[in-house]
């Protein structure tokens, strides 16, 4: 089992910056952000892994960086020049032993 605990997120202005955290239960090796939006898939954001391997979608590549504290079994987003697309459920992802687990969710909004 895995708890995966998230905080950050609100509402800013297009341009603006914002960081989400997430603290898991135990060690994770691989660890990520998804977003969804009302109607939309869960869709990825950005993973790391515990070596720091990152992938990043195309649309955030630039502007958001994914990090991760192994010591502490943290991970943040880091998320500049907001843009109102970027609007939506940002949520916590962990991959453990084949499972995969999810955070409770945190509401970005980006208004123009």
């Known amino acids: 089992q895995v708890q995966l605990v998230e905080s950050g997120g609100g509402l800013v202005q297009a341009g603006e910056s914002l960081r989400l955290s997430c603290a898991a239960s135990r060690t994770i090796v691989k660890m990520g952000w998804y977003r969804q939006t009302p109607g939309g898939q869960r869709d990825l954001v950005a993973t790391?892994?515990?070596?720091?391997?990152?992938d990043y979608v195309d649309s955030v590549r630039g502007r958001f960086t994914i990090s991760r504290d192994n010591a502490k079994n943290t991970m943040d987003l880091q998320m500049n020049s907001l843009v109102p697309e970027d609007t939506a459920v940002y949520y916590c992802?962990?991959?453990?032993?084949?499972?995969?687990?999810w955070g409770q969710g945190t509401q970005v909004t980006v208004s123009s």
């Open positions: 790391r892994t515990i070596s720091g391997i990152t």
């Open positions: 992802y962990a991959l453990y032993l084949g499972e995969e687990y």
